[in-house]
């Protein structure tokens, strides 16, 4: 990344001279803290990695099933969800984690501290409630996303630590595309991401899927749809009248973020992969087209390797 002007530093320290100056000047300072953090991109692993998924229904079983299928043999994954739950409900042992029963009843269910504690994992994927400007307030998203990070390299330092950036209501009164552009540098960097590396030694990288959904919609709405796909709509489920689900990705939406989960941890461009997979369970699902899915993998391919936080390389 492009480093910062002398003018601007010293535009900087002026503002933080005169009052409220203060909080501008430390922004400044934490932005440039990224960008050094993230002016060099991570090494792509060498094989199959082991993945700690942690979340809520977002995260669910069937797309890091998906993901394993993507990458074959060798890949292992364990997690743990709730229902809508926050980082910081999955950290403090005295909150319950709603849905924690249920959202965890299957053989890849690890209890999180001792799992993300271990040493068995390459890289531990970190995803925090919807929505995030609640998280945020209510819920200390940086502090605990740090506290997350910690722990994932107190016994192994080279572990890779990601948040996974979701998205919001499709419904949202701002508008859904509106709120992607937005929110990604107004909450996912300058609220949570960067906040959080002032206590990390090491970058804590991003998982763009809210981008790439954005990013395939709009490449959808510019040709007049693509193999059955014509909206936003047809990602996420619907109920039994066939009303849309504001938030829940469907077998369609939850491959198009297993392919960027993909790209990003395994640095890989995902042109070419299967769109006919399995869920969880082993029943067949509704992936995409073969038409849909190579414009899912070129669209995820260009939006990982344009966000340096994903620590993929340009």
């Known amino acids: 990344m492009v480093a910062l002007s002398r003018r601007l530093l010293l535009g900087r320290a002026a503002l933080a001279s005169l009052g409220g100056g203060t909080w501008v000047f430390r922004r400044a300072q934490l932005q440039d803290r990224a960008e050094e953090l993230y002016a060099t991109p991570l090494t792509p692993p060498s094989g199959p990695m082991q993945i700690y998924h942690l979340g809520h229904s977002l995260v669910g079983h069937d797309m890091p099933a998906m993901l394993a299928q993507m990458v074959g043999a060798g890949h292992v994954y364990h997690s743990q969800t709730g229902w809508g739950t926050s980082l910081r409900d999955h950290w403090e042992p005295e909150v319950p984690v709603n849905g924690f029963e249920r959202a965890n009843d299957y053989a890849q269910h690890r209890p999180a501290r001792p799992a993300i504690g271990s040493d068995a994992y390459d890289a531990v994927v970190l995803t925090e409630m919807v929505e995030i400007a609640d998280a945020i307030r209510y819920h200390n998203s940086a502090d605990y996303l740090a506290r997350w990070a910690t722990l994932a390299r107190q016994t192994r330092p080279d572990t890779r630590v990601y948040l996974y950036e979701t998205w919001h209501h499709t419904d949202d009164a701002n508008g859904w595309l509106n709120r992607i552009d937005r929110d990604i540098d107004k909450y996912w960097r300058r609220q949570v991401l960067y906040p959080a590396l002032q206590q990390s030694e090491a970058p804590i990288h991003l998982i763009p899927a809210g981008q790439a959904m954005a990013a395939f919609v709009r490449a959808v709405e510019e040709v007049g749809g693509v193999g059955g796909i014509i909206s936003l709509h047809d990602l996420f489920t619907r109920d039994d009248t066939g009303r849309p689900d504001t938030i829940h990705f469907n077998d369609q939406g939850a491959y198009l973020v297993a392919l960027t989960h993909y790209a990003t941890l395994y640095h890989r461009d995902p ?44």
């Not at 992969?273 to 849909?292: F, I, K, M, V, Y």
């Open 271 to 314: 042109a070419g992969l299967p769109h006919q997979l399995n869920r969880a369970d082993g029943s067949p699902a509704e992936t995409p087209s073969a038409e849909a899915a190579r414009l899912m993998q070129r669209v995820v391919w260009d939006v990982v390797r344009a966000h340096p936080e994903s620590g993929v390389a340009a």
